[in-house]
């Protein structure tokens, strides 16, 4: 299986029931479908055609991480930032970071490799992952997330998006990289 809408019915939540619940929250934001993307390289080939690239528009990558203390983080961070795991693990407290694999990352954020997002945490809140953020991506006029699969992007505020996590229950730690 992939990571598209296809299907979304084998994950434990729905790409369609997550967009459900944010329209009934009054949650402002904008669906763009396309091409299932895999890597930022694929994203790039859809901004601008299909999603806005404006500026103050900030496009995201995401890492679903494990620590040697077996604890699970997700880590989003502008599409285009370098990241050394070393010098994070030790920016966050989190020592030994290296990438989990599909089968947890199904397991803790409920999604496949392609639609790790910060909107993942819907799941993410109940297995105990800890969620960090680029402080940069507060800055944003919007910012670009997968709804749980890889062909949708939404575009949503940054406080919007924020306000949704938190009321998941997730804490963000936000981190100057």
Not at 72 to 81: G, I, K, P, S
Not at 147 to 153: G, I, K, S
Request: aromatic share 6%; net charge negative.
């Amino acid at each position: 299986m992939d990571a598209s809408s296809t299907f979304q019915d084998s994950l434990p939540v729905t790409s369609d029931a997550l967009i459900a619940q944010l329209r009934a929250a009054g949650v402002p934001f904008t669906c763009y479908e396309h091409i299932p993307l895999m890597t930022v390289g694929d994203a790039k080939l859809v901004q601008g055609p299909v999603v806005p690239d404006a500026p103050g528009h900030v496009h995201i990558k995401n890492f679903y991480l494990r620590d040697r203390r077996k604890r699970n983080w997700l880590v989003v961070l502008e599409q285009d930032r370098a990241v050394d795991l070393k010098a994070l693990g030790s920016a966050i407290g989190a020592p030994g970071l290296s990438f989990g694999s599909p089968e947890r990352l199904l397991e803790h954020l409920g999604v496949r490799p392609g639609a790790v997002s910060p909107l993942a945490m819907v799941t993410g809140v109940h297995r105990g992952v800890r969620l960090v953020m680029d402080a940069a991506l507060r800055e944003a006029v919007v910012v670009h997330v997968h709804p749980l699969v890889n062909d949708r992007t939404l575009g949503m505020a940054p406080g919007d998006l924020v306000a949704v996590l938190e009321g998941w229950g997730a804490e963000v730690d936000w981190i100057a990289l």
